[in-house]
């Protein structure tokens, strides 16, 4: 398959480098040092102990790639706006688009039926970029479970077993996305469709929306806010209201996931991607992990008060930081 990667980070690294090691044609579409380092030494995979080499296209302009039969966008959520408006060169006329980030996206709502249907989520399309671009029958959603870090411009150290979930944003799943499906599985990828993705994201969801805030706000890592009933308690609370929020918009995660939270779980010292954002200087992902969860609540009438709380100190922590990307058409009613 012709695959293009916009993004050539941690995910976009891990999962179009394994799919071009495969021998699928995969271009990669980035720009400054990690360019640099694509087109001279290529891209560098270190998972478990052992370091692949692996050679693809890497262009900074679009046009240079042409149509792909997908792409990959593996931009952090708050670039998927000027993202969206740079894909035109590499979409044909069944291109998908398969969107990696954490969170939920704007069209989360499109074709679900209901009060909120085509509902389009401000906290992540604040100006409607988006929509305007993608046209939501291009997207699919995709979860990804591969924790990753850059260590290096095109070298990025990854977990072994990574793994994608992938669903259409419109529709039941179709041809394309079990050729997608196909493809990763060649690359070492487990690969699953489902005709549900609203509820993979959900669930994706729940493993960061308590853990993202605290670990922000504390400056540590999953080891030590695990071990201590006071952070333990704060991740409960955060989870909990995403759970009720999900509830309301017909989304069922299991109240059993609170659970991990009453004792203390001896946990790896991995940090999550925001606070490595933080720790780099790098701006911060909060509008698609808590923002974007407050905003639907807003939506149905379900309270978020310890959510709010944590999106507030975490925004103004990014605020203060520079670190928090303008999105001025989107303000999150308090009162």
């Not at 008060?305 to 990014?318: E, G, I, S, V």
Request: proline share 7%; net charge positive; with cysteine.
């Amino acid at each position: 398959m012709k695959i293009g990667v916009f993004g050539a980070g941690a995910i976009g690294g891990v999962y179009g480098g394994l799919l071009a090691h495969a021998g699928e044609d995969v271009t990669f579409v980035a720009r400054g040092a990690t360019l640099d380092a694509l087109k001279r030494d290529g891209l560098k995979l270190v998972a478990g102990g052992t370091e692949t080499a692996i050679r693809a296209k890497a262009v900074a302009d679009p046009k240079a790639a042409g149509a792909q039969d997908a792409v990959i966008l593996a931009v952090k959520a708050y670039s998927l706006p000027e993202a969206a408006g740079s894909l035109a060169p590499l979409l044909g006329r069944d291109t998908a688009v398969v969107m990696v980030q954490n969170g939920l996206p704007w069209w989360y709502f499109r074709g679900t039926g209901g009060a909120l249907d085509g509902t389009r989520l401000k906290s992540v399309d604040a100006d409607g970029k988006c929509a305007a671009a993608l046209a939501a029958e291009r997207c699919v959603g995709g979860a990804i479970y591969c924790p990753a870090e850059a260590i290096a411009p095109a070298t990025i150290r990854h977990a072994p077993n990574p793994k994608i979930v992938m669903g259409e944003a419109v529709g039941p799943p179709g041809p394309r996305l079990a050729n997608l499906a196909a493809a990763f599985a060649r690359a070492g990828v487990t690969a699953e469709v489902t005709p549900d993705i609203r509820t993979e994201l959900w669930r994706k969801l729940l493993n960061l929306v308590g853990t993202v805030p605290v670990s922000v706000l504390t400056g540590a890592n999953a080891q030590p806010i695990n071990r201590d009933e006071g952070t333990r308690k704060a991740m409960w609370r955060t989870t909990e209201e995403a759970i009720a929020v999900a509830a309301k918009v017909g989304v069922t995660l299991p109240a059993a996931a609170l659970d991990r939270f009453l004792k203390p779980v001896e946990m790896p010292p991995n940090k999550v991607s925001t606070l490595q954002d933080l720790d780099r200087g790098r701006p911060l992902e909060i509008d698609a992990l808590l923002g974007v969860v407050a905003e639907i609540g807003r939506l149905v009438r379900v309270p978020t008060p310890a959510l709010d709380t944590a999106y507030a100190l975490c925004r103004m922590l990014a605020i203060e930081r520079k670190l928090y990307p303008p999105n001025p058409n989107f303000a999150l009613s308090y009162f």
